[in-house]
């Protein structure tokens, strides 16, 4: 029967420190965590590039799936911040040169027709595009996988997961060639989407140790 132990890890957060309780198994690593509230994976260990939780600094990683596209749904996901201020700019502007005969109401109505849809399209994408994983990247002992994908405002987040606690695919994936595939953990309904496609796996070996053994990456 496998020790469950509780520890209190500290780790810098923005300004200010959040205390994370993660859930080891015999002393080792945090198979579960955590009660800060995440946007997916609830229960992996997020960090960031410059901000990377204690317990996982002095890990080594390794990358196994790479989206090249990643930086250009980054640069598409920031673009509805523009977006958002070009249109409270616009739209007051050419409501006020509409009452003053400046323009006509052809004019206005395309005005706000044009900057609302731009808005809604790009917020749509936006929201696609955070579900989307850019790179996949395995521990050396391998019992730790890093999922990096975008934040609401086009940066890089990670979320550390536990391999054990991932799904492997042959226990839900029917059709590899689909564009997205999802990516699933037992402890979360939460969902993130890598591309067999669109991507590029970097280390068959250690994809597989994570996933499973998968007929289709046979016939790549």
């Not at 780790?11 to 965590?33: A, D």
């Amino acid at each position: 029967m496998r020790l469950m132990q509780l520890l209190n890890v500290n780790i810098r957060r923005g300004t200010g420190w959040r205390r994370l309780h993660l859930l080891t198994m015999n002393g080792c690593l945090p198979l579960i965590s955590s009660q800060t509230t995440v946007s997916f994976f609830h229960n992996g260990l997020r960090g960031t590039r410059k901000n990377i939780p204690e317990v996982y600094q002095n890990m080594a990683f390794k990358s196994v799936y790479h989206f090249p596209y990643i930086r250009l749904a980054g640069v598409v996901s920031r673009m509805k911040i523009y977006q958002t201020a070009l249109t409270f700019i616009a739209v007051p502007s050419v409501s006020a040169m509409y009452l003053l005969g400046s323009v006509s109401q052809k004019a206005l109505t395309m005005t706000i027709g044009i900057a609302t849809l731009a808005g809604v399209m790009l917020y749509i994408m936006s929201y696609l595009f955070r579900r989307v994983l850019g790179i996949i990247a395995i521990s050396d002992d391998g019992n730790v996988v890093r999922f990096s994908h975008m934040t609401f405002w086009g940066n890089r987040t990670d979320v550390y997961v536990p391999t054990e606690n991932i799904v492997p695919l042959s226990d839900y994936c029917t059709n590899a060639k689909d564009i997205y595939i999802p990516l699933k953990t037992y402890d979360s309904s939460d969902v993130l989407y890598m591309s067999f496609v669109l991507g590029k796996i970097l280390d068959y070996d250690s994809f597989q140790k994570i996933f499973g053994n998968f007929a289709y990456l046979k016939n790549r």
